[in-house]
């Protein structure tokens, strides 16, 4: 049981590179910064908070949280899932990512919540903002 203890626990140690941004920004922006988790909610730090470093950091990780979710839907949920016989093994494999994409979603809120600048496991390193 450890042993899978160690490996979530290294699966969740991702880049925190909240020293990066000012504290003030952090306190003033968490509501923007947290709607970037909502699905395509994250239009709206990019929007209305495009001044705010901590906002765009968590509006970049929402973009790709959101796009890997519209992909998963897409693909295994509705195309594959359409295969004979195996089919109904792209809809489980669906389900499945679709719950921890869900996770990955309140990982990034509790991390606006606790004033972080912390990357989403897997996903996190990808930046499409500037």
């Excluded at 925190?16 to 970037?36: G, H």
């Excluded at 705010?52 to 973009?63: D, E, L, V």
């Excluded at 949920?77 to 389900?95: E, H, N, Q, V």
């Amino acid at each position: 049981m450890s042993d899978l203890n160690e490996k979530v626990e290294e699966f969740l140690n991702t880049d925190d590179n909240t020293a990066e941004y000012d504290s003030t920004d952090i306190e003033n922006n968490k509501l923007m910064a947290a709607l970037s988790y909502l699905g395509i909610l994250f239009l709206i730090p990019m929007l209305a908070a495009k001044d705010s470093k901590f906002a765009r950091f968590h509006a970049n990780q929402g973009i790709v949280l959101f796009i890997t979710n519209v992909l998963n839907g897409v693909i295994l949920g509705t195309a594959l899932r359409k295969l004979p016989l195996i089919g109904w093994a792209f809809g489980i494999a669906s389900s499945i990512i679709g719950v921890i994409l869900f996770v990955f979603a309140i990982l990034g809120i509790i991390n606006v919540v606790n004033g972080r600048a912390k990357e989403l496991p897997l996903i996190g390193n990808i930046s499409l903002l500037k």
